[in-house]
C-alpha cells in the first residue's frame, strides 16, 4: 500500500527567506506525486505535480520540487517566500485505478507560518 | 468556469443523528470524489465514482455511511447514526480524465466542516 511521510508539523520561515518542505514516500511502481495547499477555510489546491520525465517541476506561485527515486523524496522548494504562503501544505501520492482516476494518499500536512 | 460546490459549509449536529452533504462537481468532470478530514490529518479517500458508478469505497464505513451520485453529476454524502469521531471537514473534488492519468488532476470544494456534539 502507498504511503506519504511528512516529518515537520510546523515550519516557520522569514518572509523572503527560502522554503523546503519534505515529503517522503512508499509506493512500489513509479509514483504519481502531488503537492497541495490549503489556506484556512479552503479546498485544497493544486501546486505541482509528478507523473513522468523532468525530475525538477515547476508550479504556480513559484513553488518547484524535485523528484528523486533513491531516496523516496518529493520536496517541495520555494526561493523567496511571501507572507501569503502562510498555509498548510500536503504531499500526497497517487495510484490509477482500473475504473478510472487516481487514488491520493495524502501526507498529514505541514504547517506554514510566514514571519514578517 | 464555476468549482467544486459543496453545502452547507458548517454543520453541527448531536450524535446518533443523521447528515448529509452534497456536491456538485465542475461541469463535464466525470470523476467525483468524497474525502474526510480529521484535524491534524491528510485527506482520506471514502468514496470514488466514475459518472454513477462506484469505484473504490474500500475506506467507507458503509455500516453508518452511504454516497450516491444517481445522475452521474452531483452528489450526496449521508452518515447515520453520526458517532463523535465523524467530527471532520468533508471534501468533494472531482476530475475529467477517464483514461490519461498524467493529466488527471483532481480540484476540491471548500469542504462541509461537522461538528459531533
Known amino acids: 500500500a502507498q504511503s506519504v511521510t511528512q516529518p515537520d508539523i510546523h515550519i516557520t520561515v522569514s518572509e523572503g527567506a527560502s522554503l523546503e ?26 501546486l505541482l505535480k509528478y507523473f513522468s520525465g523532468d525530475t525538477l517541476v515547476q508550479g504556480i506561485k513559484g513553488f518547484e520540487a524535485e523528484f528523486k ?11 523567496s517566500v511571501h507572507w501569503s504562503d502562510a498555509a498548510e501544505y500536503f504531499c500526497a501520492v497517487g495510484a490509477g485505478l482500473t475504473g478510472g482516476g487516481n ?13 514578517l | 468556469e464555476a468549482g467544486v460546490a459543496q453545502s452547507p459549509r458548517y ?5 446518533r443523528q443523521s447528515v448529509a452533504f452534497w456536491c456538485n462537481p465542475i461541469s463535464g468532470h466525470a470523476t467525483l470524489y468524497w474525502y474526510q478530514q480529521i ?10 465514482f466514475q459518472n454513477n458508478g462506484v469505484v473504490d469505497d474500500s475506506q467507507l464505513p458503509k ?3 452511504s454516497a450516491e451520485r444517481l445522475k452521474g453529476v452531483d452528489s450526496t454524502l449521508k452518515i ?19 483514461l490519461s492519468l498524467s493529466t488527471d488532476t483532481q480540484y476540491f470544494g471548500p469542504g462541509t466542516r461537522l461538528t459531533v456534539l
Open chain 1, 21 to 46: 518542505l519534505r515529503c517522503n514516500y512508499s509506493y512500489g511502481a513509479t509514483p504519481y506525486l502531488f503537492w497541495y495547499v490549503q489556506s484556512p477555510g479552503q479546498g485544497l489546491q493544486l
Open chain 2, 39 to 48: 484535524l491534524g490529518q491528510g485527506p482520506k479517500l471514502l468514496i470514488q
Open chain 2, 63 to 65: 455500516d453508518r455511511f
Open chain 1, 69 to 79: 527515486r533513491s531516496q523516496s523524496s518529493f520536496n517541495l522548494r520555494k526561493p
Open chain 2, 80 to 98: 447515520q447514526p453520526a458517532k463523535l469521531e465523524d467530527s471532520a471537514v468533508y471534501l468533494c473534488a472531482s476530475s475529467s480524465s477517464l
Open chain 2, 11 to 15: 454543520k453541527i449536529i448531536e450524535k
Open chain 1, 103 to 115: 487514488k491520493l494518499t495524502f501526507g498529514t500536512g505541514t504547517q506554514l507560518k510566514v514571519e
